[in-house]
């Protein structure tokens, strides 16, 4: 299997030189050869392969200097929309969505979470109703990064107020260049607005764009949270990687700052951060080799913790410099960047970890109940019709 | 360097299954608990059964040196059942510590395949509390005919032992002696301990015949790989203590009923549980992490045992700890096996080192020092 998958990562390059190509155009064409993500069937990009074997062919066609799609940018597209639309979309759906999904020609958003669902995602008040052949989609979404620059979303909205809430939810691609579609800049407490409101008013959605079956737009969804939590959890990364680098790295470099109380607690959190990420590792090894554990929603769980404790220590560490602050002026950016600001920021954007993809309560109570098999709080909202929940 | 193998074999799952079999009959709770108080407080048939017929006594000795030819990873495994029954066996001191010393010091040595196989065994006479960078014991000397002085405290594994493998300060420096059970001048007087299930005592060395295994650098340094080695696969014992105290509450939270609710749908104990079960994933990547590090001599095994034991010690002990509180009023019988687990698991945080020494250890290691001056 290796030996053919380096046959193919060598005639990619024979026919498509990656320092002459066109990057979209050798994109397209890796696309083709099945090269994009081995594990995707044969002609979505794949090759039905393990997928264990992407790091073989990325680590060649990094090497050779080839042009990547910069998954950073297309992290939604990636992480959630493509494992979605692969497991539920139709053949003429994945074969229109994926490639320039994969190729970052058309960037993805999600609209999921409301003002008033955000927890209690499946609460959502979004109403699509039938429309002719397609749906009318209204409603209200919010915490959407990458808005203003996607060309689609997945959207989750109410076909049915009368069957409890969980039932009467479908799932859509949402065409984000339809009029009735408005992008608004959330500003957020770094000063800066990473994340957008999305006002829907009679959007317009065809049929053929709707994932799985109406009324089953919850088990869809969850297929798209399950993905979104390995995401951000799921990285390789080196030791002090992430946060505990940075800190690290103040730390080495300026001597005078250093107190006894803040080493124990930078040992106690740079030994927390090189065990979680030796979990991770773990994870990944386990899933390489076809037994995926549930540590996905505790990695999560885990870097959010850290990197809030990390990056809170790194403030204290800086003393007077840490009563100032970059930059508070509104900008929008295009994708979350943790080194590149200062340790104001950090402290600042680390809080949203323990929130977005699932707070961490929640995913300790995810832990608790699908992991330890604990027994469910008692629930009075769970077979409600959601028209008649108190709201 | 190659990345770390952080799974279990097939061949260490099989491994684990037998062990776990074994106590499973061999070793519940109810008869811990009653030997814990009696004369023998280890069970010297099921330690016979364990070393001679499932061969763990030597797993991580070469087979040339009549040890199983395996590696530290099984050693770890055969430790995390271990961990998970508290069994009253000296796998501890005799294939973990004394295997390791000898193996270092002097594997031509006719002891080591005694002990590798599990006919005689043996502890090292250190403190339990002593940890792996620690100066040279010094509370035992020894003279040029081999004729050693002095006392050593609070030895693990040392009540059952056929053989004490002795660091003293010899007339050329630091030295390691043999000194077999029974040798005239040496006395063993058993400790009222902490952890019921791993005694310890007090060793004194009245004109003990010694015999000489090593001196100097060579004495030094395996010495501080039997306590490296000790402390990084003394991790899996603490995972194992800790996957039980886990699984135990959650079992008992899942049945016990208060408020006319079973109490683990309140969300204040799922979420306690939750985080403890987070740590244990920790506790399995970095334990299985020291194992494997010290299995193929890799150069962050340092390192590795210095995280395992800053995560994993204070872990078994939240571990326990949860244990007791969340079985509520049973818990703090005496008839309930968690105590057993708790003083295990308080005991374990001292052994090899305290979480706070390792992560010491670590400034050092990884390049993190303390203010100056």
């Known amino acids: ?391 | 360097m190659s990345a770390p193998d952080l799974l279990y074999s097939e061949v260490e799952e099989e491994l684990r299954s037998s062990v776990r079999a074994l106590l499973g009959d061999r070793c519940p709770p109810s008869a811990v608990l009653a030997r814990c108080e009696g004369p023998e407080p280890y069970d010297p048939a099921l330690w016979r059964t364990l070393a001679a017929e499932l061969g763990v006594a030597g797993l991580h000795v070469p087979e040339e040196y009549g040890g199983a030819g395996a590696s530290l990873r099984e050693t770890a495994v055969v430790l995390e059942e271990l961990g998970r029954r508290v069994a009253p066996v000296p796998f501890l001191g005799s294939a973990v510590l004394a295997g390791t010393l000898l193996l270092a010091a002097c594997p031509q040595d006719a002891l080591l395949a005694e002990v590798a196989g599990g006919t005689l065994t043996a502890t090292v006479a250190v403190p339990l509390s002593a940890a792996p960078g620690a100066a040279f014991p010094a509370t035992v000397r020894a003279d040029a005919r081999g004729v050693l002085r002095g006392r050593v405290t609070s030895v693990a594994d040392a009540l059952t032992a056929g053989l004490l493998l002795v660091p003293a300060e010899g007339p050329d420096g630091p030295a390691l002696y043999a000194v077999r059970a029974g040798a005239p001048g040496l006395g063993l007087a058993r400790r009222t301990s902490l952890d019921l299930t791993r005694p310890l005592a007090d060793v004194t060395l009245d004109e003990a015949p010694g015999r000489l295994l090593a001196t100097g650098g060579p004495a030094v340094a395996a010495l501080r790989q039997a306590l490296l080695t000790g402390a990084g696969l003394l991790a899996s014992e603490q995972l194992g203590l800790a996957e039980w105290c886990l699984a135990t509450t959650v079992e008992y939270l899942k049945e016990r009923r208060q408020f006319g609710r079973r109490l683990g749908s309140f969300q204040a104990l799922k979420h306690r549980l939750a985080e403890l079960w987070l740590e244990t994933v920790g506790a399995r990547a970095a334990a299985r992490y020291a194992a494997d590090t010290l299995a193929t001599g890799g150069p962050d095994a340092a390192v590795a045992v210095a995280l395992a034991q800053a995560h994993c010690g204070a872990l078994a002990v939240r571990a326990a700890e949860e244990c007791v509180q969340l079985h509520g009023g049973i818990g703090m019988t005496w008839e309930h096996p968690a105590h057993l687990y708790l003083k295990r698991a308080k005991a374990d945080q001292i052994a090899l080192g305290t979480p706070g020494y390792h992560r010491n250890a670590l400034a050092a290691l990884v390049d993190l020092p303390g203010p100056v001056g």
């Not at chain 1, 200097?65 to 979309?89: E, H, K, Q, V």
């Not at chain 1, 409603?139 to 979303?153: I, N």
């Open chain 1, 1 to 391: 299997m290796e030996s053919e998958l380096r046959e193919r990562i060598r005639r990619l390059l024979t026919e498509h030189d990656p320092a002459a190509a066109h990057p979209g155009e050798f994109l397209r064409a890796r696309f083709d050869a099945g090269l994009a993500w081995v594990h995707f069937p044969p002609g979505l990009g794949g090759l039905g392969a393990p997928r264990a074997l992407q790091s073989v062919v990325d680590a060649e066609l990094a090497a050779a200097g080839a042009p990547d799609n910069d998954p950073r940018r297309i992290g939604i597209g990636l992480g959630m929309a493509a494992p979605t639309i692969l497991r539920y979309g139709s053949e003429e759906q994945k074969q229109r969505f994926l490639r320039p999904l994969w190729t970052g020609e058309e960037v993805w958003c999600q609209l999921f979470s409301e003002p008033g669902a955000g927890s209690d995602l499946a609460a959502l008040a979004t109403r699509a109703v039938r429309e002719g052949d397609g749906w009318r989609v209204d409603g209200q979404k919010v915490w959407t990064s990458s808005a203003h620059t996607a060309r689609w979303a997945i959207l989750i909205a109410r076909t049915d107020p009368d069957l409890p809430k969980h039932r009467g939810i479908s799932y859509f691609v949402c065409d984000m260049t339809d009029p009735g579609v408005e992008v608004r800049p959330l500003r957020q407490i770094t000063g800066e607005a990473e994340f957008n409101e999305v006002f829907l008013t009679g959007v317009r959605i065809p049929d053929a764009h709707r994932l799985g079956a109406v009324g089953e737009g919850w088990q869809v969804a969850r297929t798209t949270l399950d993905n979104e939590r390995v995401a951000i959890g799921g990285q390789a990364m080196p030791r002090e990687g992430g946060m505990a680098g940075v800190v690290a790295a103040t730390w080495r470099e300026r001597p005078e700052l250093r107190t006894h109380e803040l080493h124990q607690r930078l040992l106690k959190a740079w030994a927390g951060a090189e065990v979680a990420r030796l979990a991770g590792e773990r994870l990944r090894q386990q899933l390489a080799v076809g037994q995926p554990g549930p540590e996905g929603a505790a990695m999560k769980l885990a870097f959010a913790g850290l990197a809030q404790e990390l990056s809170a220590l790194e403030v204290e560490l800086l003393g007077e410099e840490g009563l100032g602050y970059d930059d508070w002026t509104l900008r929008r950016p295009e994708l979350v960047d943790f080194t590149g600001r200062e340790a104001g920021y950090r402290y600042l954007r680390a809080k949203g970890n323990s929130i977005e993809g699932g707070t961490s309560e929640i995913l300790r109570t995810i832990i608790a109940e699908r992991v330890l098999g604990l027994p469910a709080e008692p629930r009075t909202d769970k077979d409600t019709p959601w028209k008649e929940l108190p709201r």
